[in-house]
């Protein structure tokens, strides 16, 4: 059984950074692609960051672009997303996501894993 686990979020002046962590076990995941994405209050999920476990190739979506980085520690079989230069419109529920193959998809629907979420919340 797949099992993610998110943490790292938490309250900061816009500006600042955060470092969300998300632990996977339960599956070799030489072959997954990992997702982050977001949801805000009274909004639908949103892609954030993907990135497939053994190529290492990442996708960002734009507003993202130049401020996060998706990275995976193997060792530790952990997936990251480092948000610097944080916005106000970046508070959100941050949730890691997972697909058993290569895909290129920005759509929930396309990822059978998640893990519960970790709030991020900026500050103006």
């Known amino acids: 059984q797949v099992q993610l686990v998110e943490s790292g979020g938490g309250l900061v002046q816009a500006g600042g950074s955060l470092r969300l962590s998300c632990a996977a076990s339960?599956?070799?995941?030489?072959?997954?692609?990992m997702g982050w994405f977001r949801q805000a209050p009274g909004k639908e999920r949103e892609f954030v960051a993907r990135?497939?476990?053994?190529?290492?190739?990442?996708y960002y979506a734009d507003f993202v672009k130049g401020r996060f980085t998706i990275s995976i520690d193997n060792a530790k079989n952990t997936v990251y997303l480092q948000m610097n230069s944080l916005k106000p419109e970046d508070t959100a529920v941050y949730y890691c996501?997972?697909?058993?193959?290569?895909?290129?998809?920005?759509?929930?629907?396309?990822?059978?894993?998640w893990g519960q979420g970790t709030q991020v919340t900026v500050s103006s």
């Open positions: 996501a997972a697909n058993p193959g290569l895909v290129f998809s920005i759509e929930p629907g396309r990822y059978d894993y």
């Open positions: 339960g599956r070799t995941f030489s072959r997954y692609t």
């Open positions: 990135i497939n476990w053994s190529a290492g190739s990442t």
